[in-house]
């Protein structure tokens, strides 16, 4: 008897989830790229809840580089943290009430804006990426400039 309750606790500890290991690294979510209005899927990424992710560019007029800053929420919202430039150009986040460091060349401006899609314009000149984990693609290469594109989080 004794035997037979082991077989069985080592059978159920081999093929039950462990409840501390997360499901699949915890990559529940999608990190989405649409085409609009048609919403055809170009890109996706998997992400987990707490998963970052950038995006990053050079603005157009000013020519300094970007970095955009999310975080993937549990809900399938995504949060903007902060966004990141060499220096102020027309459009770039700067106000009085938001934290404002300095990290080497970089300004960090804290934004802790939430999402639930970011829709963006394939850029001619800006050369945008979206960077997740170990991804990365460049908005060009899955639409023509002047493209209207959607970013999402959406359930796997």
């Known amino acids: 008897m004794m035997r037979l309750i082991t077989i069985l606790t080592l059978a159920a500890a081999l093929l039950l989830p ?11 979510l999608q990190l989405q ?4 209005p048609e919403g055809v899927p170009l890109w996706s990424a998997p992400v987990g809840p707490g998963d970052l992710f950038r995006l990053e560019y050079t603005h157009s007029s000013d020519g300094t580089p970007v970095r955009s800053l999310f975080r993937v ?4 919202r995504f949060v903007v ?3 990141q430039y060499l220096w102020y150009g027309a459009g770039l986040e700067s106000h009085p009430h938001r934290k404002i460091s300095f990290d080497g ?3 960090r401006v804290s934004v802790n804006r939430p999402l639930r899609e970011l829709l ?3 850029g001619r000149v800006s050369r945008q990426v979206i960077v997740s984990g170990g991804s990365r693609v460049a908005l060009a ?14 359930k796997r």
Not at 20 to 26: I, K, Q, V
Not at 33 to 36: D, H, T, W
Not at 73 to 76: K, L, R, S, V, W
Not at 142 to 148: E, Q, T, V
């Open 81 to 83: 943290l902060e966004e």
């Open 120 to 122: 963006i314009r394939v």
């Open 33 to 36: 790229i649409l085409s609009r």
């Open 141 to 154: 290469d899955l639409a023509p400039s002047g493209s209207l594109l959607q970013l999402r989080i959406a």
């Open 18 to 28: 462990s409840p501390c290991r997360p499901a699949e690294s915890g990559r529940s």
């Open 73 to 76: 929420e549990e809900d399938g």
């Open 105 to 107: 060349e970089w300004t």
